[in-house]
């Protein structure tokens, strides 16, 4: 134990010397670390400084905001949905996950691709479906059954919303996690004589559960920093505390109350990032030699395999329905009374929305990249370096992934308000944003890949005279380009489509499609709103593949994307 302490240590220090050869790495590091502390630190510094009202004690903002009902009634209402609905995504991610991964039905391409249309659709736009069916004057509640003032507001849409929402990202997750545990632990298990439901429940399950576990936490982030669907479907009956963090400021001006309540928001979502990152990602059970295909076909008898077949054939309908009357929304003339064929909502979109269009995709492009790249190259220091403050590099910058939008808007607005940092209502406040929130998700990748990958390949590289630049441009990058696709994809869909933070830092200079769509919806003009939808994902569809083509070319490599 002490021979392989010395040897670490000796690494250590060799790396260090290496580093300090290096001056452009040491500006590098240097420079990433300032740009953590300046738009992920910073923000919340000024939002917690903003929410301690000045002359009072320490709690007495918090004390006189909580006295109100309403507020009480807001945080226990986010709470109760946080939970609801990552107990709902994960029940029904993990049934299509375990489904596609080992049960033998057909199809499984097919299900694949209806979960993954969520994710490149804004987040509100299920809330947006709930009304074209359910709302007052919805296809279904008034124009098949006649029914007005349908009870669909409140926490019944919202959990409706938020499940369809979020359910992909735990089928995502725990598909990997299903892939990668060895088949051969359940044949042992059924040798031995083992039912089919104790082989699931002594088995897979305990298996599954630390990705179950990590996909609960991961939505219950989302669900508590989700503001567009609350703000679509939840009403003043049921108030959250991230539109009414977004209220205080905007409809009361009253910033402190504001700052506060994105503080009490911030506690249960940072809490939940470090028990995922800290406690349940590292509880992996998993073990890969080999994947027999004769266990998918043990795994469930033939009336639960057609069972779990109708289930998942169930949820792609409702994914398609939700997300195909947005379509038939946008070519109707008035939604409600009128669905004969018209092209006047995109006439309107085109005259009204072209500006914002075209800054929606002028913020994605330059954050785009920006991101992507960054992204790979703290993964690359964070496992390839060694150097003082690593740790402290990672998780702050994995921090910002916790971070609810309504948190990191308020932040922005308040830490660089005034001069020397005057950004507010510029191009630049709103690429920060995108940058530095999403910018997790291609870090998280990005070590991922590299853990995968034997350093021996840079170390020769290293060996033959190339500096850590053309060790990272050359070798790297290219070895690690499925995971930097990913991380652009992520990186333009989510500037494409992320609202919450985005709507505190739009300006009449630079506005943002999402932001849009949810002016129209509030104004009631749904087929507007559609029609501005099926715009944006038309655009992110496209940005996928040219992204696809524009990185296979730039590194010569090739390979299938796999989300």
């Given at each position: 134990m002490l021979q392989d302490a010395r040897q670490k240590a000796r690494r250590i220090f060799l790396e260090l010397g290496r580093i300090a050869q290096e001056p452009w790495l040491i500006i590098s590091i240097l420079a990433i670390f300032t740009l953590l502390a300046l738009f992920i630190i910073l923000p919340i510094l000024k939002v917690v400084q903003m929410s301690l009202a000045p002359g009072e004690s320490v709690l007495a903002t918090y004390f006189n905001l909580f006295r109100s009902w309403y507020m009480r009634r807001a945080l226990v209402n986010s709470l109760i949905t946080g939970v609801l609905s990552a107990v709902l995504a994960v029940f029904v991610g993990f049934i299509m996950a375990y489904t596609v991964t080992r049960v033998n039905i057909p199809f499984k391409k097919f299900f694949n691709m209806v979960a993954i249309i969520p994710v490149i659709s804004p987040p509100f736009v299920s809330g947006l479906s709930i009304l074209l069916l359910f709302g007052n004057n919805g296809f279904v509640t008034?124009?098949?059954?006649?029914?007005?003032?349908?009870?669909?507001?409140?926490?019944?849409?919202?959990?409706?919303?938020?499940?369809?929402?979020?359910?992909?990202?735990?089928?995502?997750?725990?598909?990997?996690?299903?892939?990668?545990?060895?088949?051969?632990?359940?044949?042992?298990?059924?040798?031995?004589?083992?039912?089919?439901?104790k082989v699931f429940r002594r088995v897979t399950l305990p298996l599954a559960a630390p990705g179950i576990a990590s996909a609960l936490l991961v939505i219950f982030i989302e669900s508590l920093a989700d503001f567009g669907n609350p703000l679509v479907l939840a009403g003043s009956s049921f108030p959250t505390l991230a539109v009414q963090a977004y209220l205080e400021i905007t409809g009361m001006y009253n910033l402190p109350g504001g700052a506060a309540l994105a503080v009490v928001l911030l506690i249960p979502s940072v809490t939940a990032f470090i028990i995922q990152k800290y406690w349940v990602s590292k509880k992996s059970y998993v073990t890969v030699s080999g994947k027999p295909t004769r266990s998918s076909v043990k795994s469930v008898s033939n009336t639960t395999r057609w069972i779990l077949f109708a289930i998942c054939c169930l949820i792609s309908i409702v994914v398609l329905v939700f997300y195909g009357i947005i379509f038939i929304g946008a070519f109707s003339?008035?939604?409600?009374?009128?669905?004969?064929?018209?092209?006047?909502?995109?006439?309107?979109?085109?005259?009204?929305?072209?500006?914002?269009?075209?800054?929606?995709v002028t913020v994605a492009l330059l954050s785009t990249p920006i991101s992507g790249i960054m992204g790979m190259f703290i993964a690359f220091l964070v496992v390839r370096k060694s150097f003082l403050g690593k740790g402290a590099m990672e998780f702050t910058s994995m921090l910002s992934f916790a971070l609810?939008?309504?948190?990191?808007?308020?932040?922005?607005?308040?830490?660089?308000?005034?001069?020397?940092?005057?950004?507010?209502?510029?191009?630049?406040?709103?690429?920060?944003?995108f940058v530095f929130r999403y910018v997790p998700v291609g870090i998280q990748n990005g070590v991922a890949t590299l853990q995968q990958i034997d350093p021996g390949i840079e170390e020769a590289a290293t060996d033959l005279g190339a500096n850590s630049q053309t060790v990272f441009r050359r070798i790297t990058l290219p070895l690690i380009s499925p995971a930097f696709f990913s991380g652009l994809v992520f990186a333009f869909v989510r500037a494409m489509t992320a609202i919450s933070a985005a709507i505190f830092l739009v300006s009449a200079n630079w506005n943002l499609m999402t932001v849009q769509i949810l002016s129209q919806v509030s104004s009631g003009r749904l087929g507007a709103a559609a029609a501005f939808s099926i715009i944006l994902v038309g655009i992110i569809v496209v940005a996928i593949v040219l992204i696809r083509v524009i990185v296979n070319r730039l590194l010569g490599v090739k390979f299938e994307a796999k989300f």
């Open positions: 008034y124009h098949l059954l006649g029914i007005r003032n349908f009870p669909i507001y409140g926490l019944r849409g919202l959990l409706i919303a938020q499940t369809i929402v979020f359910f992909p990202v735990a089928y995502l997750s725990l598909k990997g996690v299903l892939e990668a545990i060895n088949p051969t632990l359940e044949d042992a298990a059924f040798d031995l004589g083992a039912s089919r439901w003339q008035a939604w409600g009374y009128d669905y004969s064929f018209t092209l006047r909502n995109f006439s309107y979109v085109w005259d009204v929305g072209y500006k914002t269009i075209k800054d929606t609810p939008g309504t948190v990191v808007g308020i932040g922005y607005i308040l830490a660089f308000n005034q001069k020397p940092l005057l950004l507010t209502g510029t191009l630049t406040i709103l690429v920060a944003n």
